[in-house]
T-cell receptor, first 114, second 110 residues
Framework: DSGVTQTPKHLITATGQRVTLRCSPR?????VYWYQQSLDQGLQFLIQ???????AKGNILERFSAQQFPDLHSELNLSSLELGDSALYFC?????????????FGPGTRLLVL | QKEVEQDPGPLSVPEGAIVSLNCTYS??????FMWYRQYSRKGPELLMY????GNKEDGRFTAQVDKSSKYISLFIRDSQPSDSATYLC??????????FGAGTILRVKS
């Protein structure tokens, strides 16, 4: 158990809908990263938050947005869903300070868009 | 060309074999190198972490980084059926996102 939690584990929805994925980082970790894993693209970085502020963006679509709340949990919002958005979505958290750059991953949310 | 190249396999070995997994990369700014293990599309589990060049050993696992060749390796000794999984290499610059290889599927036959 990495200490990172994600809900829900599975999500089935229809095209055009909007969903929210939730992540709680390990206790004390200020950084949260979101990744998407699809069969053809592998694990791709979407967005990073540090202590409530957006720090970096990757290959994140404009239909997707995220935020990190004062209690450090994070939410990834996916809207106007398309079939191609079906994937595993992982969040990871990282402690800040020193040279430890290791990220610890949650169990993921499996999204299926029908 | 991808920033990180990793042979997707599958790699099939008998129980007890020594397994060698490798990745090459193109970004010379990468300083932090990790290996993750992923079972059946579950969350990636951190196996090994190395900063800059050198070797690191943890039980049956040894990670090697050769920055001059932009090449990293993971060796698994005395492989077990429970080692069957997808192995992902990952690397980053300080404070940045992880860039992953495609993952190598390993099957250890009993």
């Amino acid at each position: 158990d990495s200490g990172v939690t994600q809900t829900p584990k599975h999500l089935i929805t229809a095209t055009g809908q909007r969903v929210t994925l939730r992540c709680s980082p390990r206790s004390g970790d200020l950084s949260v990263y979101w990744y998407q894993q699809s069969l053809d693209q592998g694990l791709q970085f979407l967005i990073q938050y540090y202590n409530g502020e957006e720090r970096a963006k990757g290959n994140i679509l404009e239909r997707f947005s995220a935020q990190q709340f004062p209690d450090l949990h994070s939410e990834l919002n996916l809207s106007s869903l398309e079939l191609g958005d079906s994937a595993l979505y992982f969040c990871a958290s990282k402690r800040t300070g020193g040279y430890q750059e290791t990220q610890y991953f949650g169990p993921g949310t499996r999204l299926l868009v029908l | 060309q991808k920033e990180v190249e990793q042979d997707p396999g599958p790699l099939s070995v008998p129980e007890g074999a020594i397994v060698s997994l490798n990745c090459t990369y193109s970004n010379s700014a990468f300083q932090y190198f990790m290996w993750y293990r992923q079972y059946s599309r579950k969350g990636p589990e951190l196996l090994m972490y190395t900063y800059s060049s050198g070797n690191k050993e943890d039980g049956r696992f040894t990670a090697q980084v050769d920055k001059s060749s932009k090449y990293i390796s993971l060796f698994i000794r005395d492989s077990q059926p429970s080692d069957s999984a997808t192995y992902l290499c990952a690397m980053s610059e300080y404070g940045n996102k992880l860039v992953f290889g495609a993952g190598t599927i390993l099957r250890v036959k009993s």
